[in-house]
């Protein structure tokens, strides 16, 4: 039977709307919140239907405002987390008046450490596309059909390829990367995206996610795959608030893929034609179906064209050249 985890995510009543939105850009749809504003509102305009409270529910009336949710326990559930984490990490890196509180995630009753190894075990060897191979350093795997290996060990990083959004950029990505390209990856999170492109002929990549731990993560995964260090570079921020960041990976790059979410998505328009050659190609992805529109519409009025897309269980993603 397929575990769940509960994971506590502490704001403030003026971020709960914000937060369930973001929440369902990364594909989950169900969420638990207490509110103490909320209660102590009800309970001031309460009817006359309602003439006893237990008094576990009055401790409401004093908590931290949580907004809930269950993750299961397999390799999805690991990338959801992960997702999560990036998303608080960019939402607090925007709140400069704290306005939204902590933003803070707390998995209930168990260790997080515990718990990112107890979903390896569904995490096993995987084709993608019609060259490549996923593989957790801990699974062997008899390649009779001569693929390219990508061994990745995603840490508590987003990006096992499991995840359909990571799957459907690999195999954008495989059948439109040149020998050669330079390769920029937003949100690298494991850094799947950019040593996959790595190993299909890239020349070179730069990997930028807001969280350190997944710039550390990329740069492990990369030299696992014998990709030389000066070729491949990794770095933590955020481009849309470092200005410095954001001159530092500026090029003329061939390719850029970015799995993020959607109104990340949105807000980086602007940097994905900046950093592009012209004729260059974007692999978007993180985008739920029914947001994938909205997107392409941003993205194709800052100046691209959208040339294929690929839907697979509700998640999207789109290939766009700069024009």
């Known amino acids: 039977m397929l575990e769940w985890t509960e994971v506590n995510i502490y704001t403030t009543t003026a971020g709960i709307d914000l937060l369930c939105a973001r929440l369902m850009d990364i594909g989950i749809k169900g969420f638990a919140i207490r509110d103490a504003e909320d209660f102590n509102d009800f309970l ?5 239907q309602w003439d006893y409270i237990d008094d576990d529910l009055m401790g409401l009336s004093e908590c931290e405002t949580c907004v809930t949710v269950y993750l299961p326990g397999n390799s999805q559930g690991a990338d959801m987390l992960s997702s999560i984490k990036a998303m608080l990490a960019e939402m607090k890196d925007n709140d400069s008046e704290k306005a939204y509180g902590r933003l803070e995630a707390e998995l209930s009753n168990i260790c997080e450490e515990d718990w990112a190894n107890n979903w ?17 350093s801990w699974e062997e795997y008899e390649n009779t059909e001569n693929r390219i290996i990508l ?7 987003f990006g096992t390829g499991q995840h359909n959004t990571t799957r459907l950029c690999l195999e954008l990505m495989e059948t439109s990367i040149n020998t050669g390209d330079k390769l920029l990856d937003m949100g690298c999170g494991s850094g799947i995206l950019s040593i996959g492109a790595m190993l299909l002929g890239a020349e070179s990549a730069v990997a930028v996610d807001i969280e350190e731990n997944s710039a550390a993560t990329a740069m492990e995964n990369a030299l696992k795959n014998n990709i030389p260090a000066e070729k491949y570079h990794t770095y933590c921020g955020n481009i849309l608030s470092d200005e410095a960041l954001a001159d530092k990976i500026d090029a003329a790059y061939d390719m850029i893929t970015a799995n993020i979410v959607a109104d990340v998505l949105i807000a980086m328009k602007d940097h994905f034609v900046r950093y592009l050659r012209e004729d260059g190609i974007l692999i978007i992805s993180g985008i739920i179906e029914e947001r994938m529109h909205e997107v392409v519409d941003a993205v194709e009025g800052a100046g691209f064209t959208a ?4 839907v697979k269980d509700g998640w999207a993603a789109v290939k766009l050249v700069k024009k």
């Open 307 to 310: 040339l294929d897309s690929r």
């Open 120 to 136: 390896k075990q569904y995490f096993k060897p995987l084709k993608v596309g019609e060259k490549l191979v996923i593989k957790p």
């Open 151 to 157: 061994e990745i060990d995603p840490a508590s990083s």
């Open 44 to 48: 001031e305009n309460k009817n006359g």
